[in-house]
């Protein structure tokens, strides 16, 4: 009996479920045609139909009205959840198709980036070439979105677990800057500021899946020299992190390309560290990479030509070097 009861109900279509909701709502079937812009004979056609599915009549008629039986006021509620469904689905496959033809490029970017890309792809000249494109936080979602096709790609330092997206390396990060306090008495050391300077004051990280998330650089190297640990701190949010380093008085280090962000706050300073320095850290733990994650070839929307474009401006930021007429903003 449930097979076929089954089968009948796969075989009902959308319209003629949104005829039962209609009925339902108005006790009227002439109103029912109206409402949907067919002849009384289809709604016939459509309650048959449904009548047939759920062995019941569903509607009797009553002072003029088609009262719904006790199996009908049961549907109702279930009946308006699928449709509501097939509208949400619909409205999804709208959207999608709206940035399609707009040719909006959807990307997902990992910490240290999305700052320093934003401003990049903004460029008249690179949205020439990319078309437009909405840039995203890197979110514990962000692959299966790759994956299901709801973003188009994504840069990060994470590592999906999904074997289908294909990965490829764009370079890690090669200048790490410090940030504190304008006011914070590190900079008596500047510019010569050693890790071991760095170790004597609170000490404030961003957490990285796939990076620090167990144990951060510093304290790896203050361990390995058996230096007192300085007092640590672990963050998830920039946000977080720029308040704990205004109110804590603690120290940070962070990308270079994250560093414009600090450009907005005038209590904080930073500079670079110096390149003796980031290679003690690079020793202790390697710095991540950062992956250019997509679907295979035959999914992107983009062209070879704007993937790589894409890539070499990804990479040009990693390699961020300091100009001497920039010097003035580090430090002094």
Not at 247 to 276: F, H, V, W
Request: charged content about 25%; some cysteine; aromatic content about 8%.
């Amino acid at each position: 009996m449930a097979s076929r009861l089954l089968k009948q109900l796969c075989e009902l279509d959308i319209f003629t479920l949104m005829v039962f909701k209609t009925i339902y709502e108005t006790g009227h079937a002439n109103i029912t045609a109206r409402e949907l812009s067919v002849s009384a004979p289809k709604i016939s056609r459509c309650l048959s139909s449904l009548r047939a599915a759920f062995d019941d009549e569903l509607f009797y008629r009553r002072q003029q009205k088609l009262k719904a039986t006790p199996l009908a006021e049961n549907l109702y509620r279930p009946v308006c959840d699928f449709i509501q469904s097939v509208y949400q689905l619909e409205l999804q496959a709208s959207s999608r198709r709206d940035c399609l033809t707009e040719g909006c490029l959807q990307i997902a970017v990992g910490y240290g980036l999305l700052s320093a890309l934003s401003k990049v792809f903004g460029q008249k000249e690179i949205t020439e070439k990319l078309g437009k494109i909405r840039l995203y936080k890197w979110r514990g979602d962000s692959a299966d979105l790759i994956h299901s096709g709801e973003l188009d790609l994504g840069i990060s330092l994470e590592i999906p677990d999904n074997q289908e997206l294909q990965l490829t390396t764009v370079g890690e990060c090669r200048e790490i800057g410090l940030v504190c306090r304008a006011d914070h008495p590190i900079w008596q050391h500047y510019p010569n500021i050693t890790l071991e300077d760095i170790t004597h004051y609170p000490y404030v990280y961003m957490s990285v899946k796939n990076f620090n998330e167990r144990i951060d650089p510093l304290e790896l190297y203050c361990q390995q020299e058996n230096l007192p640990s300085p007092e640590m701190d672990s963050v998830e949010d920039v946000e977080e992190w720029h308040a704990h380093l205004l109110t804590m008085n603690s120290i940070g280090l962070a990308p270079a390309t994250e560093l414009c962000q600090t450009d907005r706050m005038s209590e904080l300073k930073y500079c670079l560290l110096p390149a003796s320095e980031v290679d003690k850290l690079q020793r202790t733990l390697a710095l991540p990479c950062y992956q250019l994650i997509e679907r295979s070839n035959d999914y992107r929307r983009y062209s070879q030509a704007q993937r790589q474009l894409i890539i070499d401006l990804v990479s040009k930021l990693l390699d961020f070097r300091v100009q001497p007429a920039e010097e003035r903003r580090f430090g002094t």
